[in-house]
């Protein structure tokens, strides 16, 4: 069994949200399945942190909610990890994203990005392909966040931002 943690991840607008499920999708059914964790909203990782912490940041997401607004976002490059297991899609890092980041932890070496397929190296070169083929750059919005623990998943909460950000 995996250790058990509380992981918050930003959350997009109804259709970002379609739109990169419509990728992973694509990926399914040509049957890369992956090892990463399903049925969880498209999302962004902005931190994590023990379990025993669950009440202050639940407090902090709250916080967060209601001090920020929804902001914009460019999805323009699909990517993968060191070690070739990790595919992603990824947006161009903005100051929104990167403050909303700092919120829960350092963001030092982080990479914002979308989770498609976490594999083996071969089935990450086979599926790459096809990702690339499906990918074009598109627009979308961060306007919530989301709180889980893992190890069975359990959706604490979600918290949506209450205005977007002038363009």
């Not at 669950?54 to 997401?61: F, K, Q, T, W």
């Not at 306007?143 to 190890?151: A, G, K, M, S, V």
Request: with cysteine; aromatic share 12%.
């Amino acid at each position: 069994m995996e250790k058990k943690f509380l992981c918050v991840m930003a959350g997009y607008d109804n259709n970002t949200e379609r739109d990169l499920a419509a990728l992973q999708g694509k990926l399914y059914e040509n049957g890369f399945i992956g090892s990463h964790t399903k049925d969880l909203p498209q999302h962004i990782t902005l931190g994590t942190f023990a379990v025993g912490e669950e009440a202050e940041v639940i407090d902090l997401v709250t916080r967060v909610s209601q001090e920020n607004k929804a902001f914009d976002i460019t999805f323009n490059h699909i990517g993968m990890f060191s070690g070739s297991k990790v595919l992603f899609v990824a947006p161009d890092p903005n100051r929104s994203l990167f403050d909303l980041k700092e919120r829960f932890g350092d963001s030092y070496n982080w990479t914002p990005h979308t989770t498609m397929l976490i594999d083996e190296p071969r089935y990450i070169f086979d599926a790459l392909p096809l990702l690339a083929e499906s990918f074009k750059p598109f627009k979308g919005s961060i306007q919530n966040i989301h709180l889980y623990e893992f190890w069975p998943t359990r959706h604490i909460l979600s918290k949506v931002f209450s205005e977007k950000n002038p363009v």
